[in-house]
Nanobody, 122 residues
Framework: QVQLVESGGGLVQAGGSLRLSCAASGSIFTINAMGWYRQAPGKQRELVASVTRGGTTNYADSVKGRFTISRDNAENTVYLQMNDLNPEDTAVYYC????????????????WGRGTQVTISS
């Protein structure tokens, strides 16, 4: 099994910064893409940013220029640096990883963390 554990959420004022971390552990052979999603109350979960194993990144238009995703392949960890936060960024942020496990290395499976709350006050 694979577990993803997020950390770094909290309450900050508009204009502030937060850094989220997500560590993957368990029976991991390799991790392909990793990403961050968010879900605000009453809204659907949406992609915030993703990064391939090789480092290619993708961002939602709403966070371009403010958020930076990065990963440490050796530590199976993905980060999300969030700057210039605004109240519209308030949501539960979820980590996602596309993982090839040691037990079934020929296929990949999507795993999710439990989420971390990010609240931005105006």
């Amino acid at each position: 099994q694979v577990q993803l554990v997020e950390s770094g959420g909290g309450l900050v004022q508009a204009g502030g910064s937060l850094r989220l971390s997500c560590a993957a552990s368990g029976s991991i052979f390799t991790i392909n893409a990793m990403g961050w999603y968010r879900q605000a109350p009453g809204k659907q979960r949406e992609l915030v940013a993703s990064v391939t194993r090789g480092g290619t990144t993708n961002y939602a238009d709403s966070v371009k220029g403010r958020f930076t995703i990065s990963r440490d392949n050796a530590e199976n960890t993905v980060y999300l640096q969030m700057n210039d936060l605004n109240p519209e960024d308030t949501a539960v942020y979820y980590c996602n990883a596309d993982v090839r496990t040691r037990t079934i290395p020929v296929a990949s499976f999507s795993y999710w963390g439990r989420g971390t709350q990010v609240t931005i006050s105006s």
